[in-house]
Structure formats: C-alpha cells, structure tokens
C-alpha cells in the first residue's frame, strides 16, 4: 500500500513521513478514527514506507513500490508483516487465532482496497452471529511471533486490528511488550473506540487521530473510481460521511438505498403522526432485519437528518439530491434546527451502539421512535 493510494488524510502522511525522517519512528502507535476512514490503510502504508529498500524514499516521500519487500508488503505476505484482528471459535476446545484466517484476510483487504468494517469482516468468515474478540492464546502468538528475529526487513511489524476488541484476560499478557519490545519492533494497533481499550494498554500507546475523509477527497475519488458523473459521485460521498467503506457498500446499490430512503420517509410520517400502533409495527418488523441492516438504516438517517440542517443553512447544499429524495428532504428539513440536531445525533448514535451490542432491536427502535415524535415538534 502506497500513500499516494490512499484517500486525502495529506496531514496525517507528512506526519507519518516526517517521524521516519527524524528516526522518531515510537515502538507502540494507536491509530484510531471512524469506520472507513483509511487508518488501516494508513497503518499498512507506514509499515510499508518504514521497510522500503529504496534510499530515495524519503526524496521521493513514499515507498518505492517495486522493491522486494514492498511486492510482498502489496501482496500482504511479507515474513516480517503479522496482522492479528477479532475471530470466534467453534464447538472444539481449539480457539482459533488470526493465522487460521490469514488467506480470507488478505483477500478481504485486497478486495476492499484495506477500507474495511468489522461487520464485512465477520461476514467474510460468517461468524455474524458469534462474539469475536482476540483472546489469550492470540496474545500468546504475538509475544512468540515477536521473539523471532527479523527474516528480511529493518523492522519487525505486529499490526493489531480493532484492539477495542482484546478481551480482558489476554490483556495484561501484552503488557510487557508493550512497554519493552524488542529491538527494531514495530507494533500498531487499530481501533475505532478507544475508549474501550483498557487503559492499562492505552497508556503505553502514541495515539494517532485519524479524522474522517473529507467530502471534497471522497467526492473526487468515487466520481473517478467508479466512472461517476459529479452529482451522482456527491450523493453517495454525503451519505457516506467520510466513511469510504460505505462507499463500498452504496455503489451498486441503488435498491437498497431507494429501500432505506422509503423505510425512512414512512417512519419520519408515522413519528410525526404519533401513531402508536404503526410504529409498534415498525418495530416489530425492525426486529426481524439483520443486526446489519438495522445498523446501516440508522447510519442513513443520521445523514438524512444531517443533509436537512444544512440545506436550511445553505440552500444549495443539497442540489444534488434529485428526485422523490429532494422533494422529501426539502418538506422534512423545517423539522431540523438548533433545537433538536444534536438530541437526534445523540440519540441515533446510541441507537446505532445498542444495536452493535445485540439489544433487541424491536425495543430500540421503539424507544428511538418516541423520542423522534418529541423532537420532530421542537420548533
């Protein structure tokens, strides 16, 4: 993975450069950021640009790309590249570890351009329905994998996907490496909620924020990419949201966002309306969708609910919205402003985050259902 690749995030690489330049390269680095905003990708180019064999890399502020270890790097099958992410077991007494998934997870970030979600990831290995975590004997295999001596590269690299996900007993085992890795030892971990690693290994992290895409970069990049003309290209970036996973997700799928756009629309109708038995219908028929879609529909009307505000600010904000969907966000948008944009943001983020966490879904639709009836009459 080169830098030039990734998406925008210019900042971010000159910083990454730069610590390369002055040897200021930390042992332990935390990038964390949003879904789909490049931090893995990001993570991956580092590790890359860090064990280039090119002298003019540097010069050139980027990997070389056709040396030896940067093929294997963009292949994702270096000797001294190890990549440890969430996985579930089975019914055997054998947990499994992340190298019993290596061939679907390089696959997995190859196809996706290394935007990935933890949603796809456990859909790839269909355990959609188990908890993946990374556990004691994952831990095991990192401090055994770090005590080899380096096959090639200047610098051994451990790339530790969704740490958020370390369950607590296999945590203090990683403390000491941490804190005391071997020399020429690079170790970076991935995580989307850095709130919820424990603060034990959080302390012993240089954390490196990774901010959303910008809409101008993702704009560009999915009018290119996928032969888009400018309007289409900016409706599918603003209903994004900086997340270029999502992108993934919505080019090509016109049906399903025309789905989520009526799913929305009705709701929005029947909250207004206050018609209790219509949205105890709409939860119960919620309750029968996937954790996935559920989780995808929310994210939906959080940039519904966003895209309004701003086109009661900025008029033209949403020109690009044509169709059914103008019509409705123009009718819609007078029931958006400074009174209640940040209770619906906040609300429909925890709704996101309850769904995450297998509350049922019928119960948190409901209640988001309630509480959007209250809201929509702040004026």
Known sequence: MLFSEIIGQERIKARLKETVRNNRVAHAQLFYGSEGNGKLALAI???????????????????CGVCPSCIKFNKLIHPDLHFVFPVAGNESNKPFVSSDFLAEWRSFLIENNYYVSLDDWFKKIAIERKQAAINVAETNQ???????????????????WMVEKLNYPAAPRILKILEEPPEKTL????????????????SRLLPV???????????EVVSQRFHLNEAEASAIALQANGNYA?????????????????RFRDWMRVCYAFDVKELINFSETAARESRESNKHFLIYGLSVIRNCLMLNYTKNALINISGEEKGFYEKFSPFINHLNIN??????????????????????FFDLSLT????????
């Open 45 to 63: 180019a580092y590790a890359q640009f860090i064990n280039c064999r090119d002298k003019k890399k540097l010069e050139r502020g980027d990997s």
């Open 142 to 160: 990192i401090i055994h994998k770090l005590s080899y001596t380096s096959y090639e590269s200047e610098y051994k690299v451990m790339l530790i």
């Open 187 to 202: 170790i970076l971990l991935v995580a989307e909620k850095p709130d919820l690693i424990i603060s034990t290994i959080l």
């Open 209 to 219: 924020k990774i901010p959303r895409i910008e809409d101008a970069d993702l704009i």
């Open 246 to 262: 999502e992108v993934l997700r919505l080019v090509g799928q016109s049906d399903s966002r025309k789905m989520n756009f009526e």
């Open 343 to 364: 209770s619906f943001a906040n609300e429909f983020n925890k709704a996101v985050y309850h769904i995450e966490r297998n509350v049922n879904s019928g119960l948190v």
């Open 372 to 379: 959007a009836a209250k809201l929509l009459r702040l004026k």
